[in-house]
């Protein structure tokens, strides 16, 4: 199996920095992209960041110069370095492993894996 798990999040003033961690676990071949996402309730989940597997990063408008995502291939980790950090930057921070190469029980499979989300408050 092929868990995913992320680490980092917490309480921190405006202005402040966080680092979130993301590892994924198992018997892991490949892993094509590395993401994080955000969801605030009532809200859809949102695209912070990601990474290919040839480092090649995205960002949405909103952490442009504030975050920076990168990426430990031999771990199979991401991490999320966030700066400058805005109270609308609160929210719960989820991790996604997107084409993950990995043997499931006896056979290998490709597949998509989320963590269980990390929550970053930013607040005075």
């Known amino acids: 199996q092929v868990q995913v798990v992320e680490s980092g999040g917490g309480l921190v003033q405006p202005g402040g920095s966080l680092r979130l961690s993301c590892a994924a676990s198992?018997?892991?071949?490949?892993?094509?992209?590395m993401a994080w996402y955000r969801q605030i309730p009532g809200k859809q989940r949102e695209l912070v960041a990601d990474i290919t597997s040839g480092f090649v990063t995205s960002y949405t408008d909103s952490v442009k110069g504030r975050f920076t995502i990168t990426r430990d291939i031999t771990k199979n980790t991401v991490y999320l370095q966030m700066n400058s950090l805005k109270p609308e930057d609160t929210a719960v921070y989820y991790c996604?492993?997107?084409?993950?190469?990995?043997?499931?029980?006896?056979?290998?499979?490709?597949?998509?894996?989320w963590g269980q989300g990390t929550q970053v408050t930013v607040s005075s």
């Open positions: 996604k492993a997107v084409g993950v190469r990995a043997q499931i029980r006896t056979v290998v499979a490709e597949g998509d894996y």
């Open positions: 198992g018997v892991i071949f490949r892993i094509n992209v």
